[in-house]
């Protein structure tokens, strides 16, 4: 582990004579002890440090170099307190030296390495400052968990973290809380920056997706002075802290339920300086009471936020509108019929109005055309046609929530993520307008 200051630990060395380094060198390796990730070292009085692997060297060792291999030989333990690493250990990838450290580490203890065993080591994972958080898929077989705790200091060390946390399937209890364990550490809090934007939150309680920068940092640059806003899945303040501190809206109305998040969107709040531009609703968005206020409505939640669409119609300004952030989870298989949003026997279950598809009488027609030449070269033929099934859903709910027709544009669809194969996360801006009343 590092010590503060970022320095390596001290490491465990035998020292002897300059004309005896080979033998002792010949005989740690054979026996799996000598520490390949640090340089062997001349003391200040001439004789050889050779570090070795573990807190120590146990006695055998020494008596066998001692009076077997080098009779009369120095043969003395120490602590080098600022190792230097090897050359091997320089020009290692971070997964490269992980992969070193733990199998001479587990060596050392008895472990007999195998390929299983470095397959099971992870290639990636998320790093939030001085802590490290593993994928579910690595560190899986049976015999790690005789190494532990010690394992996950090793792991630690290798990497250059204090703490290490492992991430599990997130939970489908509605909140998307993680299953993430702390392995080493007192606490899972972390911070993470964005765009000059501060985000404080616990990696075992709340969600936190790095995929999303290309999103964030769009709607930063978004004109939305003057305008309100209203979040209906702040999480963390995702999106929230970017239409705040970057967009310059005049206020947000941030929905929550994860109590969790919500202490961490009440700090980041507080320490980005704009809690005094944000309400946060506490509880399920859909029994939310705002109404008539929003110029903007986000919904950030995939794989889909329909069940969010009534009540964003809902806050919409009846006068003026406003604009739509639907984020979305979209299968693109080749050959497959895209469904409609709410096509599903359960979907229907769980409708909150019963679909119906009406005719927008105050486009004159245009609005297909015009939709077409706004999408990009880019945008694959089942966001399109996503899109436009959405857009004919949020019509129809726009009629039944304020009893008058609306139109609807589509203004542009952004790819945000691959979510997995064949599945990407995008977002729609569309474009909700009340049609003028005639006489």
């Not at 329909?306 to 509108?321: F, H, K, N, S, T």
């Not at 008058?404 to 996360?425: F, G, R």
């Amino acid at each position: 582990m590092e010590r503060e200051g970022g320095k390596p630990a001290a490491v465990v060395a035998v020292v002897t004579e300059p004309r005896f380094t080979q033998r002792y060198r010949e005989y740690l390796e054979k026996q799996k002890l000598l520490d390949r990730r640090h340089r062997v070292e001349k003391m200040p009085d001439g004789t050889v440090a050779l570090p070795v692997l573990g807190e120590t060297l146990p006695e055998q060792h020494l008596q066998e170099l001692r009076d077997r291999l080098a009779p009369g030989s120095t043969c003395i333990v120490t602590q080098l307190l600022d190792p230097v690493p090897s050359k091997k250990a320089q020009g290692c990838s971070p997964a490269q030296r992980l992969c070193l450290e733990v199998s001479r580490w587990a060596e050392a203890r008895g472990v007999t390495w195998s390929p299983e065993l470095e397959a099971d080591l992870p290639r990636s994972w998320q790093r939030h400052g001085d802590l490290l958080l593993l994928s579910e898929d690595c560190f899986q077989a049976k015999r790690w968990k005789s190494l532990e705790p010690e394992l996950w200091e090793t792991v630690a060390s290798a990497l250059g973290v204090c703490r290490v946390a492992k991430r599990g399937r997130v939970s489908p209890d509605g909140t998307r809380t993680p299953a993430v364990s702390l392995l080493l550490g007192d606490h899972g809090w972390v911070e993470h920056v964005d765009n000059g934007i501060r985000y404080k939150f616990d990696v075992t309680q709340c969600m936190f997706s790095f995929g999303n920068i290309t999103e964030k940092l769009r709607v930063a640059s978004l004109p939305c002075a003057g305008e309100v806003l209203v979040d209906l899945y702040a999480g963390i303040g995702y999106f929230t802290l970017p239409f705040l501190v970057h967009a310059g809206v005049t206020f947000v109305h941030a929905c929550e339920w994860n109590p969790h998040a919500v202490v961490a969107l009440r700090k980041n709040l507080d320490i980005n300086g704009v809690a005094d531009r944000c309400q946060i609703h506490f509880g399920d968005n859909r029994k939310l009471k705002l109404s008539n206020i929003a110029d903007r409505v986000n919904l950030g939640l995939i794989p889909s936020s329909e069940e969010g669409w009534p009540i964003a119609c809902q806050v919409l300004r009846r006068d003026a509108g406003g604009i739509l952030h639907i984020h979305q989870n979209v299968e693109s298989y080749p050959g497959k019929n895209l469904q409609p949003p709410g096509s599903g026997e359960m979907e229907k279950e769980h409708r909150p109005y019963p679909q119906q598809i009406i005719t927008n009488q105050c486009t004159n027609g245009a609005t297909r055309d015009s939709r077409r030449r706004t999408l990009s070269a880019a945008t694959k033929p089942e966001w399109q046609r996503w899109a436009e099934s959405a857009e004919t859903r949020i019509a129809t709910l726009l009629q039944q929530v304020h009893g008058t027709p609306w139109k609807t544009q589509i203004l542009h669809i952004q790819p945000v993520k691959s979510y997995a194969p064949h599945v990407d996360h995008i977002v729609l801006d569309l474009e909700c307008r009340p049609c003028p009343l005639v006489g």
